[in-house]
């Protein structure tokens, strides 16, 4: 198994962190991970991707070892979007590709509307834009995210990394030994135990999110060939309709689907590999 390399990005307002896998002299695969994961989302998927792309797996604020934003300030996808382009930048990338899951497949979704230019393939697995607002909960959402935060829970103290990954694995219906590489990723050391270097704001509800009208207008942006992979049966939260919806704003798309759950890269990566390097191909 190829191992990866760790590296630190600065940036102006914070410092990420990211596993990097595969030559400098390889084209440029940008992967962003989903929510409450981190850079270990790729630890299967990235080595079987190493001799096409140097794979540049992020861990995006909040999460894994990059900074939490700032105190008073909140997690939102214009910012991700922001980010993800400035570490772009940090690593001198002038043209490149982006895979994203989930979150991640979201805040790709709109860099690649961001700058078109920049982006040369874009891979998306269970997700096509940020989750959107239908109208149905926008007042209880906006109330619940402003009120008064003296009653969050503290953050759970796991007496050990197994404790960890079980927890995890409970929570997210992912099999405990694929969860291990983002849990390992995604502990801290402390007095006792374990706890979750993940940012707990992370967990509050957004005060606002884009209208589903205003998404689907900004799909209409992307101009990358993209390969979106879709779990089969569907997540409960990418209903059909609605993903078919989204399908139809992006011009050029091919839309493919897998038995298996959310994490599809960490369940097949052998098969979520070769549907990358096919859609690969036209561009080689």
């Known amino acids: 198994m190829i191992e990866p390399r760790e590296r630190r990005i600065t940036l102006p307002h914070l410092t990420l962190a990211a596993q990097v896998?595969?030559?400098?002299?390889?084209?440029?695969?940008l992967a962003l991970h989903g929510w409450l994961d981190n850079a270990g989302s790729y630890a299967r998927l990235a080595p079987l991707l190493a001799t096409r792309f140097q794979l540049i797996a992020l861990d995006l604020p909040g999460h894994g070892h990059a900074d939490h934003v700032a105190a008073?300030?909140?997690?939102?996808?214009?910012?991700?979007?922001?980010t993800v382009l400035a570490a772009a930048d940090a690593l001198a990338l002038d043209r490149y590709s982006l895979l994203g899951h989930s979150l991640g497949a979201g805040i790709a979704s709109l860099v690649a509307t961001a700058a078109p230019s920049r982006i040369e393939r874009l891979w998306l697995i269970e997700g096509l834009g940020p989750l959107g607002d239908d109208g149905t909960r926008t007042l209880q959402r906006f109330r619940e995210a402003l009120a008064p935060q003296a009653t969050r829970k503290p953050l759970r103290l796991f007496r050990s990394v197994e404790q960890a990954v079980d927890a995890r694995s409970i929570a997210s219906g992912l099999r405990g030994d694929l969860a291990r590489p983002i849990?390992?990723?995604?502990?801290?050391?402390?007095?006792?135990?374990w706890?979750?270097?993940?940012?707990?704001?992370?967990?509050?509800?957004?005060?606002?999110?884009?209208a589903e009208s205003q998404v689907?207008?900004?799909?209409?942006?992307?101009?990358?060939?993209?390969?979106?992979?879709l779990a089969r049966p569907s997540t409960s939260y990418l209903p059909a309709a609605l993903m078919q919806a989204r399908i139809d704003c992006v011009e050029d798309i091919a839309v493919s689907h897998m038995d298996g759950g959310h994490h599809l890269h960490l369940e097949h990566p052998a098969a979520v590999a070769t549907w990358i390097k096919a859609a690969d191909e036209p561009a080689r």
């Open 21 to 29: 896998w595969g030559d400098d002299t390889l084209p440029p695969l």
């Open 72 to 82: 008073g300030a909140q997690y939102h996808y214009a910012d991700y979007v922001r």
């Open 183 to 193: 849990v390992t990723r995604g502990l801290v050391d402390v007095d006792g135990g």
């Open 195 to 210: 706890r979750w270097r993940s940012d707990p704001r992370l967990t509050q509800p957004s005060a606002t999110r884009l």
């Open 216 to 229: 689907r207008a900004l799909l209409q942006g992307i101009a990358s060939p993209t390969a979106l992979l």
